[in-house]
C-alpha cells in the first residue's frame, strides 16, 4: 500500500501563523521491550528501543485569538474531551498561561490499539507544533516532562529521534541506527495496552541490558506472549510475516513489524499480505519532522 506520510516529512513552514498547518505524527516501533521490574506505585519499569518511521498521521492546526481549542472532526471512537491532541493543547495552554487556541483537524493513518504510538505521537505533534506557534517557548526537555503527563510514550516523540529508553519510558538516550525498511502489519484488533500490563502472566524480572549491548544481545518483547494468548490473530500475524523475515510485535500490541532488505521486498510482502490484515511499508527517519523547532 502507499505510504500516506512519505510526502509530509519536511519540516512545515509554519512563517504565517494564520494559515492552516499541516503536521505530521509519525509512528515508532519497540525493536524491543522488557520488564524489568515494578515500581511501589504499579508502573513498570521498561527498556526498549524507539524506532521512529515516516507513516503516521497528519493534524491541521489553525491558531484562534479567542483561546478556544476545537477538534473539527470526528475521530471513531474517540470523543474530542478524551482525545489525547485536545488533552495535549490544553494542558499547553494551562501550563504557560497562553491566552490563543487553535482548530485542530487529526487525519488519522495509524491503527488505534496498535502499539505504534498512534495516540501518543499526535499529542506529541500537538504540543511541538502549538508551542511553536503560539510562541510558548518551552524547551524540548520542559515539553517532554510536559508531554510525560499525558502518557508514558508522549516523551519519546518530543525527544525526535529513535532512542534507547529505561524507567517508564521516559529516560531517553539517543540511538544511533542504520537506515532501514519494514513491514508492518495491523491484525484488525485492538489491545488494550492496561489488560496487557495487568496480566497475571506477564514476566516483569527480565534481567536490564545496557546501551551499547542490546543489538547483540537476545532481546524479545515481553509483553507479545500475552497478547498472543489473549489476541490469538496476532500470533497468526506473527506467524505469516516470520515466514519473509523475523517478526515480533511492537508496543503491547497489536501490530507486528518485520526489518527487510529492501523497498521492493517491502511491497512483495505488503501485496502478499492476506486480505483480512492491513500492511504498509515504512522507513525509518532519523529525526522527527518537526525535530528543529525544539531546542
Request: hydrophobic share 45%; with cysteine; proline share 8%.
Amino acid at each position: 500500500m502507499d505510504n500516506p506520510a512519505l510526502n509530509l516529512l519536511q519540516t512545515p513552514d509554519c512563517s504565517d501563523p494564520t494559515r492552516l498547518l499541516a503536521c505530521p505524527a509519525p509512528a515508532k516501533l519497540n525493536l524491543f521491550l522488557h520488564v524489568v521490574g515494578r515500581r511501589a506505585d504499579g508502573y513498570h519499569l521498561l527498556q526498549t528501543a524507539f524506532r521512529l518511521l515516516d507513516w503516521g498521521d497528519t493534524i491541521d492546526f489553525a491558531v484562534r485569538a479567542d483561546g478556544k481549542i476545537r477538534r473539527l472532526n470526528e475521530v471513531p471512537g474517540v470523543p474530542e474531551a478524551d482525545d489525547l491532541v485536545v488533552r495535549a493543547a490544553r494542558l499547553l495552554q494551562a501550563h504557560t498561561g497562553c491566552t490563543l487556541g487553535a482548530d485542530i483537524t487529526v487525519h488519522k493513518v495509524l491503527p488505534m490499539g496498535g502499539g505504534i504510538g498512534g495516540g501518543s505521537s499526535d499529542a506529541a505533534t500537538a504540543l511541538i507544533a502549538l508551542n511553536r506557534l503560539w510562541g510558548t517557548g518551552l524547551s524540548r526537555t520542559r515539553l517532554q516532562a510536559l508531554g510525560l503527563q499525558l502518557g508514558a510514550d508522549v516523551p519519546v516523540f518530543v525527544f525526535g529521534r529513535d532512542a534507547f529508553a529505561e524507567g517508564v519510558g521516559e529516560a531517553l538516550q539517543p540511538l544511533e541506527l542504520p537506515p532501514a525498511w519494514y513491514v508492518v502489519i495491523s491484525p484488525g484488533v485492538q489491545v488494550p495496552t492496561a489488560e496487557i500490563f495487568s496480566a497475571g502472566d506477564l514476566t516483569r524480572n527480565t534481567p536490564p541490558i545496557i546501551m551499547p549491548d542490546f543489538a547483540a544481545s537476545t532481546t524479545r518483547n515481553d509483553l507479545q506472549p500475552v497478547a498472543c494468548s489473549r489476541y490469538p490473530e496476532v500470533l497468526r500475524v506473527i506467524e505469516w510475516l516470520d515466514v519473509h523475515a523475523p517478526a515480533r510485535m511492537t508496543g503491547s500490541g497489536a501490530c507486528v513489524f518485520a526489518e527487510v532488505s529492501s523497498e521492493e521486498e517491502a511491497d512483495r510482502i505488503t501485496k502478499g499480505c492476506p486480505p483480512r490484515w492491513k500492511a504498509w511499508k515504512a522507513r525509518s527517519i532519523a529525526r522527527h519532522p518537526l525535530y528543529e523547532w525544539l531546542q
